[in-house]
């Protein structure tokens, strides 16, 4: 059987050798005899799963102890509702970058708790990562997306000089350059682009920030029992544990995160080239303010689009229509998706704009 070129936004293509280790873990772990979806997450074998996942973690991140490595079961979409639900009281006000669709579930969640201020707008368009318009007086922290999955839109600094601590929905590009912590509290990621498998969330939390969180919530829904008790008040998603640790030794072997930031760069750089050079074909996000994750493009014809998805799968090429909200076409490239197979969409691109 032949794989396909897997552009697909998330679930996405995971490194193969992370791939084929984790086919033999399945079957014995560590030379256990037991298999790491039969291991109990209080034993010892589980136990070093979690100490290297989280050691592998905070030596490709260049963590420090000032910070909190948090497992949570659910993606993403759980803390556009416990970020409030934990930091932001009925007086409270937090400020937003409104960038696409996963801003708009954050407002809405936070809107449930205290006030929302919308401290920049990249509305309708969604095509750049807008300059802060005004923060609000006295935020109680400052949500942004570091990068819309969708719209294709990516900071290429996190918004400057934030009155209170930032907040980071990484979901879509965490861990694929260096991860600038400075001046941020939490950065909340679902796995499934560049760290593991769905239904697992990795959040690096900085225990100061954390220790200010509304006292009393449900256990489940406070960020300092995952802190205090290790990600293990109940039982993790130990698969999704393990497959984490094994990306982060895919990327330290890839030589880092300064490698994966100057590699995605380039693999994004000979795409947004092309579009920007064709006849037929433009991208939809602004220079500056690209995604290096997501490219979103269009065609000049619905027509062209729909020959180039045909052709597409024909190719073995997967997941290349954009979402179902926006439309156009979307090529993800995450960390573990190979530059030959930007040159293989670059040439289908060429062929079919004829
Ligand atoms: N935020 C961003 C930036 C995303 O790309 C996604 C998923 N595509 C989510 C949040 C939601 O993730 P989940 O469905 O895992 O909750």
């Known amino acids: 059987m032949t794989r396909k070129l897997n552009f697909s936004s998330g679930p996405a293509a995971l490194p193969e050798p992370v791939l084929r280790r984790t086919q033999a873990a399945l079957w014995d772990l560590d030379g256990t005899g037991i298999g790491i979806l ?7 074998a589980f136990r070093a799963v979690m100490d290297r996942t ?7 991140g260049g963590i420090g102890d000032d910070f909190a490595i ?20 009925e007086t409270d006000t937090v400020d937003i970058c409104h960038t696409g669709v996963w801003s708009a579930k954050a407002i809405a969640e936070a809107r449930r708790f205290g006030n929302v201020h919308i401290a920049c707008s990249s509305a ?30 990516q900071w290429p600094t996190p918004p400057a000089s934030p009155p209170a601590p ?12 260096p991860l600038p912590l400075a001046d941020h509290g939490l950065i909340y990621a679902g796995a499934q682009k560049n760290l593991g498998p769905s239904g697992i969330s990795l959040v690096i939390a900085r225990k100061s920030f954390v220790a200010t969180r509304r006292p009393g919530l449900p256990p489940l829904a406070d960020y300092m029992t995952y802190v205090t008790e290790g990600s293990l008040h109940n039982t993790p998603n130990t698969f999704g544990i393990y497959m984490i640790g094994e990306v982060m030794a895919w990327i330290r072997e890839q ?18 080239d092309f579009l920007d050079h ?8 602004k220079p500056g303010s690209r995604s290096n994750m997501n490219i979103t493009f269009r065609g000049d014809s619905p ?23 926006v439309g156009g076409l979307r090529a993800s490239i995450y960390n573990a998706f190979p530059e030959d197979g930007v040159h293989q969409l670059i040439q289908l691109l060429d062929e079919v704009e004829g």
């Not at 989280?54 to 490709?60: D, G, H, P």
């Not at 006295?138 to 942004?144: A, D, F, L, M, Q």
């Not at 027509?303 to 909200?325: K, T, V």
Request: glycine share 8%; with cysteine.
């Open 38 to 44: 039969e291991h109990s997450h209080r034993g010892k």
């Open 255 to 272: 030589g880092g995160l300064a490698v994966l930031g100057e590699r995605n760069a380039r693999k994004a750089a000979l795409l947004y």
């Open 166 to 177: 930032l907040v980071c929905d990484a979901s879509s590009d965490i861990f694929s350059r």
């Open 124 to 153: 309708p368009t969604f095509d750049t990562t807008p300059a802060i318009e005004a923060y609000s007086a006295s935020p109680r922290y400052v949500h942004y997306t570091s990068n819309e999955t969708i719209y294709g839109t």
């Open 70 to 89: 948090l497992f949570i079961t659910a993606g993403a979409t759980h803390h556009f509702s416990m970020v409030p639900q934990n930091f932001l009281g």
């Open 303 to 325: 027509a062209l689009e729909a020959a180039l998805i045909a052709r597409a799968e024909e190719r073995g090429m997967s997941g290349l229509p954009g979402h179902r909200d």
């Open 54 to 60: 989280t050691a592998l973690i905070r030596e490709v």
């Open 278 to 285: 064709s006849k037929r074909w433009r991208a939809h996000a």
